[in-house]
């Protein structure tokens, strides 16, 4: 079992390049705004950033999580988030930024991997394991972690999950960097459509709703994925 306590600092090599590889995200649309070289700097400071902010990730779990991989994502946006907040970038601006990294990140999947991903998540066997994982997620067992509950379909969905308590969103309060929030689910209607899902949604704890209402039914992925604003 790994210990909470050092979970992230004992992978601190591993981490570091795994912030590196999402920064190179970030590349092409830094360099826009800022130009390639004060683009590097930016780049370049986010990493100490990162590494200082390992001990502070939520403990949601660890390997046994598949969201401990969102909390090292999320560490790694913060940590770009703090060094274009001190270049005076606004939270919309820094927004739109990591909106084209998680548009590279999703480019870099073929259209058949993500339409076959997509019909696995909307299967009845990844409902049924995501019903076991949501009944574990109210133990809260972890102060951090995300807390869930499935909904059964209906006529206008296949399937949905309500969160009532987003890992994310604790995260980020607690690192006082509450406006960055809404940007990260924005990014939630880039990433299941180019799964070819359609997803529902009215509200987010992040605008201070009881909770995010996740509702699932099929669509069509898109063959591209050009920048916009969510449905």
């Known amino acids: 079992m790994s210990d909470p ?29 800022f130009g390639p070289e004060l683009a590097g700097q930016i780049i370049a400071a986010s990493g100490p950033e990162f590494e200082h902010l390992l001990p502070e990730i939520p403990y949601v779990g660890g390997d046994a999580n598949s969201f ?4 090292i994502q999320s560490a790694s946006l913060l940590a770009l988030y703090r060094v274009l907040k001190r270049q005076g970038q606004s939270a919309d601006e820094i927004g739109a930024v990591v909106r084209r990294m998680a548009e ?18 909307l299967s009845g066997f990844w409902r049924e394991r995501t019903r076991r994982k949501a009944l574990a997620s109210q133990a809260r067992r972890y102060p951090g972690e995300f807390v869930y509950e499935i909904v059964e379909g209906g006529p206008d969905f296949a399937w949905g999950l309500n969160y009532l308590e987003c890992g994310v969103v604790k995260f980020f309060q607690a690192q006082g ?3 960055l929030t809404p940007h990260m689910c924005v990014l939630d209607y880039l990433l299941f459509p180019s799964l070819g899902i359609d997803l529902q949604r009215t ?27 969510p449905r």
């Not at 401990?68 to 909390?71: G, I, R, V």
């Not at 509200?203 to 709703?209: D, F, I, K, S, V």
């Open 5 to 33: 306590t050092t979970y992230y600092t004992a992978q601190r090599a591993k981490l570091l390049k795994l912030h590196a590889e999402m920064m190179a995200l970030g590349r092409p649309p830094l360099a826009e705004r």
């Open 68 to 71: 401990t991989e969102l909390m």
């Open 104 to 121: 590279g990140w999703v480019s870099r999947y073929p259209r058949p991997l993500r339409a076959l991903l997509g019909r696995l998540y």
């Open 177 to 179: 960097a509450e406006e």
């Open 203 to 229: 509200g987010t704890l992040a605008q201070g709703c009881t909770h995010c209402d996740f509702r699932f039914r099929a669509g069509q992925a898109p063959a591209a994925l050009p920048p916009g604003t």
